[in-house]
């Protein structure tokens, strides 16, 4: 059968999503071509607000990438605009001549900010906010410091207000009202959300009228009315909208305010439907989502050609999209003749409660400070249940009707199936539980792709956490209270590490897409860990990656406050010669640098400028000195005492065990830094007792200590055992340092790891089973043929020991 | 008609290879250190290489998605816009590049920046 031709004009939420539901319908009807006025792919435009803010990054709000419309074999004739409809011939006409044929037409147009016809409106930085581009300019005009004057203090004004703000602008908000939001407020809660504006250094002005704009050719002031003028180096207009209804009104199609659709979506033109905020229906216009999400499924429903959905008008809800400030409003909420208010106010803690209500039916509801019951007052308003029953504890919510307390648990256990959860996409719990047991979902991510409920505004993701916590009950991740790695992963530690052991992963890419990380490339927590559980997994065969490595790792010295570097060579065990520091003196006075002895007993040369690091290492190589690590989440210096060689109480030669152990274990990169010492004698001048692994001389032999810490916070070791011998003290650090190596998290020091799993789990695995303590020490001694790498040595003996330390040189000027 | 001037002057801070992806590079001008910024998508930026926190060299740090963290303390500089990632504040100077032939070229403007502008603006106010 031949497809029939398809034609979208407006490449926004509405049209989009229609398209969408339709493809899940009828995927083989049409031939789909869509115009979109804006060059990108279709985003979500009520995450401007937090892209301004900076909370979001523009690429968080895309919803359909291009890579979308081509897998759908959709056309998409981006950054076209239609200025032509010719319904005789059904073409669509758009402004650089491009012509298309159409079998049924979606009209999706959108809305336009209103603009004042004021003097000076015209000014560069005198703006609205309603798509990428605006917002850009915005983020390039907002400067720390530099004034900003929003004009209009609805839901628009504050979250661009708020955005402005959190990037370091003056702000003022200019409301013509004597009080903000008055469609969705009443005065209590206004005054309310005044004070928590103004507590967040947003100026508030009421009851002020603008009367123009001041500027040469860039805005510099807002004037008004009452002949003040504020300064502002940009001016936020956001007094309203109005359906775009140009395109649809030029060609011949009745409109009011705008586009006039019956409940099927179709217009007077029965080939052209229209969808969204150009629409009016039953007198109604639009400015919030969920009704439009509800007319693109009724609109998909008719071009299926299944004919049978109606769209009906519902109590719309509104949320504010500030962080921190918690405002609810829903329905009637203005009271009246015949309509009685319940309320409950306690202004201490901010938090306000109305409740409307007629004939026994709740007919509104503003909440400010406490949102909790939502969902269910928006419930019993949208299906007009019988209050009366509920009445004495209505305000006080859900989580009162039974007598288990009100944990969000609670309420998701005794919410209906029914219940809104996601109001954007009009998605209940029933069918989130549905999609959580059918596809067998684990995350929030999931659910979104799957049900998109908590795509759109956001302000439903705790729920929808909730529900999947419940839903899920024990299978809920093995660990459910472990936190994700970081913001680019639901995964937690464990998870990330199990899926590197058991699919061989060897590369942080690769890694990535098998995990289905957020991000492109991860950030600065994930990566240094996800190179660390690589290369400790997989030594040898997972490839280091330098940028991944924290600033220090990947430059083989210390960073210091002044942007130059400490050196630090190691010298074994604390011991050194006359050849080791006449070296380091000619390079101290070479460069004209003090020196250093660190707390690890080594010595620091300090003050080297980054390019010159690569020839500082040059000669310590040329001496046969090495990097001492003191910048690596690594084996450090092991710090040893004279012990019974010079010590008149020495027991023990900790001073050979100590050069032999950092012979041994030097290069090893573990969790977080790992400090050893040795000591001669109980006296324990090396304090291996706040050391990761301290060993500590006794008649018999050694003692053995792990899990110290000296820092913000100090530990003193646990004994972990005694042994005879040299050898059987190497064995057993070995172990236990594999140990750590393989089950601490990234970032976690032994001390933490083992409050963690507990001392008596340390032993069992070192001490229980010497087979077993063999093989740990096995993998370590395997996993040093490749760490033990100079990587001074590495960079000095390169064909290039300069790249990326030496300055980028400005080679010439360029035309 | 009306003649439009331009006073960028482009310098040309050599190959796109310089600098890995992701990445970044110290480049001495006449404006002060720029940090030269090659993320994993291949965008490269070029901001003022000094941290408005402490003054840290931000061409020292960590690159991911569109943004750098200076190695000092860990601020995150939004590359696109300069300014610092939320709940940090501060901001640092912006300056267009181009990639032309495989070789890098930073445009300076006169004005961009706070040495030649003479520090009374916003900008070196809130460093
Ligand atoms: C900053 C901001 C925050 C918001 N926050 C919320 C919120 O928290 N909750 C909520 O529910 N709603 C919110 N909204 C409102 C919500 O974004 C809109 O209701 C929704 O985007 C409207 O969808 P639409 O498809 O009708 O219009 P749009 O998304 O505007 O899409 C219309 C598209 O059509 C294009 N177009 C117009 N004319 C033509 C033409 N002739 N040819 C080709 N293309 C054309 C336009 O360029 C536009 O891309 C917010 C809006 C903004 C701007
Ligand atoms: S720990 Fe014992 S052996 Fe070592 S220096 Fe001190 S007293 Fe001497
Ligand atoms: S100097 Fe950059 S974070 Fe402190």
């Known amino acids: ?815 | 008609m009306t003649t439009i001037r331009n006073e960028m002057q482009w310098i040309d801070a050599g190959p796109l290879e310089a600098i890995p992806s992701p990445g970044a590079r110290r480049l001495p001008s006449a404006h002060g250190d720029i940090a030269v910024v090659r993320t994993g998508s291949g965008a490269v930026y070029a901001i003022d290489d000094r941290c408005p926190h402490k003054g840290g060299p931000l061409s020292q740090g960590m690159v991911f998605g569109e943004r750098v963290q200076c190695p000092l303390h860990g601020l995150v500089i939004d590359l696109p816009t300069g300014f610092a990632v939320g709940p940090d504040t501060g901001a640092v100077s912006t300056y267009p590049v181009r990639v032309a032939d495989g070789r890098i070229l930073v445009g300076l403007l006169p004005q961009t920046a706070s040495a030649a502008c003479g520090g009374g603006c916003a900008c070196a106010q809130a460093a």
Not at chain 1, 183 to 192: E, M, N, S, V, Y
Not at chain 1, 285 to 291: H, R
Request: proline fraction near 4%; hydrophobic fraction near 40%; include cysteine.
């Open chain 1, 1 to 815: 059968m031949k497809k029939e031709k398809l034609i979208l004009v407006g490449n926004g939420m509405a049209g989009v999503r229609a398209i969408e539901e339709l493809l899940a319908l009828a995927p083989d009807k049409y031939e789909i071509t869509v115009f979109g006025e804006e060059p990108h792919g279709n985003y979500n435009r009520i995450l401007l607000s937090h892209v301004l803010s900076g909370e979001k990054p523009f690429a968080d709000t895309v919803l359909n990438d291009r890579a979308w419309y081509e897998k759908h074999g959709i056309r998409l004739e981006s950054g076209r605009k239609v200025v032509a409809i010719n319904r005789a011939r059904r073409q669509v006409i758009a402004a650089d001549g491009t012509i298309a044929d159409y079998d049924k037409l979606l009209l999706a147009t959108g809305a336009r900010p209103t603009m004042m016809p004021l003097p000076g409106s015209h000014l560069f930085g005198v703006m609205s906010f309603r798509n990428i581009a605006e917002v850009e300019t915005m983020l390039d005009l907002a400067r720390p410091g530099r004034r900003a004057v929003v004009v209009g203090g609805g839901l628009l004004g504050l979250e661009a207000a708020y955005g402005l703000k959190q990037r370091g602008m003056q702000v003022t908000v200019v409301h013509l009202m004597d009080k903000l939001m008055e469609r969705q407020l009443d005065a209590p809660a206004a005054a309310l959300l005044k004070r928590s504006l103004e507590e967040r250094g947003i100026a508030v002005e009421l009851g002020a009228e603008t009367q123009g704009f001041v500027g040469g050719k860039q805005v510099e002031a807002v004037r008004l009315r009452d002949g003040r003028t504020l300064p502002a180096d940009l001016a936020v207009v956001a007094i309203g909208i109005r359906p775009n209804v140009e395109l649809a009104q030029q060609s011949g199609i009745h409109c009011q305010r705008g586009i006039v659709v019956n409940g099927s979506m179709q217009t007077y033109d029965p080939r052209i439907y229209a969808v969204g905020e150009c629409v009016e229906h039953a007198g109604n216009t639009y400015g919030l989502v969920a009704p439009l999400f509800k007319q693109a499924k009724v609109v998909a429903n008719h071009l299926a050609g299944l004919g049978h959905a109606r769209y009906e008008d519902q109590p719309l809800a509104t949320k504010l999209k500030i962080t921190g400030i918690d405002l609810y409003s829903a329905g009637h909420f203005g009271g009246g003749d015949g309509y009685e208010e319940l309320v409950m106010e306690d202004p201490g803690r901010g938090v306000y409660k109305k409740l409307v209500i007629r004939d026994n039916r709740l007919a509104g509801a503003l909440l400010y400070g406490d949102t909790t019951n939502e969902t269910w007052y928006y419930d019993l308003m949208r299906d007009g249940s019988d209050i009366s029953e509920l009445r004495p504890n209505l305000l006080h919510g859900h989580g009162h009707l039974g007598d288990a307390g009100h944990s969000g648990a609670v309420a998701v256990a005794s919410m209906p199936d029914e219940t809104e959860v996601c109001g954007c996409n009009g998605i209940t719990k029933g069918m989130i539980v549905k999609a959580i047991t059918d596809k067998g979902l684990f995350t929030l991510e999931e659910v979104r792709s799957h049900t998109k409920a908590s795509a759109s505004c956001g302000s439903c993701t705790g729920k929808v956490e909730q529900i999947l916590a419940f839903t899920l009950g024990g299978d809920y991740s093995p660990a459910p209270q472990e936190k994700p790695l970081c913001g680019c992963t639901e995964h937690t530690h464990a998870e990330v590490r199990n899926a590197i052991r058991e699919q061989h992963l060897t590369t942080i890419p690769e890694t990535m897409r098998f995990l289905e990380w957020k991000t492109p490339d991860g950030c600065p927590k994930c990566r240094p860990a996800l190179n660390y559980y690589l290369i400790s997994t997989w030594p040898g065969e997972a490839k280091d990656d330098p940028q991944s490595r924290v600033h220090n790792e990947r430059v083989h010295a210390n960073i210091q406050n002044d942007g130059s570097y400490s050196v630090v060579p190691r010298t074994w065990g604390g011991l050194t010669n006359a050849k080791e520091l006449r070296v380091i003196a000619d390079l101290a006075e070479k460069y004209n640098v003090p020196v250093k002895v660190t707390g690890g007993q080594r010595l620091a040369i300090p003050f080297i400028k980054k390019e010159d690091l690569p020839k500082v290492w040059a000669t310590l190589n040329d001496n046969d000195m090495l990097s001492g690590f003191a910048y690596g989440k690594a084996v450090r210096s092991v710090k040893s005492c004279v012990g019974k060689g010079l010590c008149r109480f020495g027991t023990q030669d900790s001073l050979g065990l100590g050069v032999a152990v950092e012979k041994k274990f030097w290069g090893a990169w573990t969790p977080h830094k790992f400090k050893m010492g040795v000591s001669g004698c109980p006296r324990n001048c090396a304090e291996a007792t706040i050391k990761d692994f301290g060993i500590v001389g006794v008649d018999s032999g050694w003692e053995l200590h792990v899990g110290g810490t000296c820092g913000v916070r100090v530990r003193a070791t646990d004994l972990l055992c005694k042994v005879a011998t040299d050898d059987e003290a190497i064995e057993h650090a070995a172990a236990f340092l594999q140990l750590y190596r393989e089950e601490g998290w990234y970032l976690e020091r032994s001390s933490a790891w083992i409050e963690r799993v507990g001392m008596p789990y340390v032993k069992k695995r070192i001490l229980d089973d010497g087979a077993a303590r063999q093989a740990l020490a096995e993998r370590f001694w395997h996993a040093q043929q490749f760490a033990q790498v100079d990587p001074w040595q590495d960079r000095a003996k390169s064909d290039r020991p300069d790249y990326e330390y030496a300055a980028l040189e400005v080679v010439e000027a360029a035309a």
